[in-house]
């Protein structure tokens, strides 16, 4: 990363941790609130720089932190305290798909999934709650994938870099973050059953499935750069790199293409 945008990644998280102390959330237009989702499993001394922007927004009322890696106590890098916040410690390994399990746990109608590799700050997120909010029809992502059917390969859509142009449009698959209703949520499980599969044999292409959730494309929404973590591209921790990943998510995309979702 240029050192112009660590510089602004840095003073960013000291301005956030700020507001966080002194107890300043951004507010949105509106009642509604959102329950939070946030997986850890080899990437934890990055969840409270997570957690720093999301516990900065007062449209946020729910916050699970949960861990899927028994071999390590999450409670031991996480720093914030607040009475929305809540730490489960699962004794066994389990993939990305979980989100969602801890997700039907939550009394909410609103909810918004992080991967552990992004950290966003409360402006993204209210943009992106608002985007799902203007139009619940269509999940809502950060970063978006379309497929190529000729080549059979997924092409990443990145969020725009500082000051460049808005790239929002309707994709096939969003990632990274994941904004999305009940509705989409109980949808998510009905695909699931759709194509025979459990939820846990979906570990980590469970973005394909949310984003068949909608009566409508899913929407990659440009919010523009958030920081990240140099290890979402590490072999060893990040699950794309993994044998088979990319033969299975094709699979599931080509069975949620054939049952006709939102088509």
């Given amino acids: 990363m240029p050192r112009t945008r660590r510089i602004y990644f840095w003073a960013l998280d000291r301005y956030l941790r700020l507001l966080v102390r002194l107890r300043i959330r951004i507010q949105r237009d509106g009642s509604e609130k959102a329950a939070v989702v946030i997986l850890s499993y080899k990437r934890e001394n990055n969840i409270d720089r997570i957690l720093t922007g999301v516990l900065a927004c007062g449209f946020v009322d729910q916050v699970i932190v949960s861990n899927n890696n028994p071999d390590v106590d999450v409670s031991r890098h996480i720093s914030r305290r607040d009475p929305r916040l809540t730490i489960i410690q699962s004794q066994e390994h389990k993939g990305a798909s979980s989100r969602y399990d801890v997700a039907r746990t939550c009394d909410s109608e609103y909810f918004i ?28 992502g950060c970063t978006g994938e379309l497929y190529d059917h000729v080549h059979k390969q997924f092409r990443q859509i990145k969020p725009r870099s500082l000051f460049a142009g808005d790239l929002s449009c309707p994709v096939d698959v969003i990632l990274h973050i994941y904004v999305f209703t009940r509705r989409h949520l109980e949808r998510y499980f009905e695909n699931v059953s759709a194509i025979g599969k459990t939820n846990e044999a979906i570990h980590s292409s469970e973005d394909v499935i949310i984003s068949f959730a909608g009566d409508e494309p899913a929407t990659f929404l440009d919010v523009g750069e958030m920081a990240s973590c140099p290890s979402s591209i590490d072999p060893h921790i990040a699950t794309f790199q993994r044998s088979g990943f990319w033969e299975f998510r094709r699979e599931l995309f080509q069975k949620l293409l054939f049952l006709g979702v939102h088509k």
Avoid at 114 to 133: E, G, H, N, T, Y
């Fill in 113 to 140: 999934c992080i991967d552990d590799d992004v950290s966003p700050d409360p402006w993204q997120l209210r943009k992106m709650f608002a985007c799902l909010l203007r139009n619940p029809a269509s999940p809502v």
